[in-house]
């Protein structure tokens, strides 16, 4: 069955870097774009990066453009978010999703997704 897995969340001071992943299985991962969304306390969830079936189709929220990069390895099964500059309004949970169509089309929306992980917990604080 597919399942997407994230890892690599944990509590980081200002100014810090973390790498999240996110490991499929289940089904064919180049086929597929597949979407970062965190969701903060109180809030709704909100797409953050996406990577098209081509590595170089990527799209970012303003919020983070600049300090987060998405990267995929499909020999590994594994997308990737390098998060530098973290800032205490990153503090959220991250999740990673597949799409539901290879077409590229920019940023995703959560409607745009057929299966997610459970998530991994970012918090940045000093």
């Known amino acids: 069955q597919v399942q997407l897995v994230e890892s690599g969340g944990g509590l980081v001071q200002p100014g810090g870097s973390l790498r999240l992943s996110c490991a499929a299985s289940?089904?064919?991962?180049?086929?597929?774009?597949i979407g970062w969304f965190r969701q903060a306390p109180g809030k709704a969830r909100e797409g953050v990066s996406c990577?098209?079936?081509?590595?170089?189709?990527?799209a970012y929220a303003g919020s983070v453009r600049g300090r987060f990069t998405i990267s995929r390895d499909n020999v590994k099964k594994t997308v990737y978010l390098q998060m530098n500059s973290l800032m205490p309004e990153d503090t959220a949970v991250y999740y990673c999703?597949?799409?539901?169509?290879?077409?590229?089309?920019?940023?995703?929306?959560?409607?745009?997704?057929?299966?997610w992980g459970k998530g991994t917990l970012v918090t940045v604080s000093s």
């Open positions: 999703a597949r799409a539901r169509w290879a077409a590229w089309g920019g940023l995703l929306r959560t409607a745009d997704m057929d299966y």
């Open positions: 289940g089904f064919t991962l180049e086929n597929y774009q």
């Open positions: 990577i098209g079936t081509s590595s170089s189709s990527t």
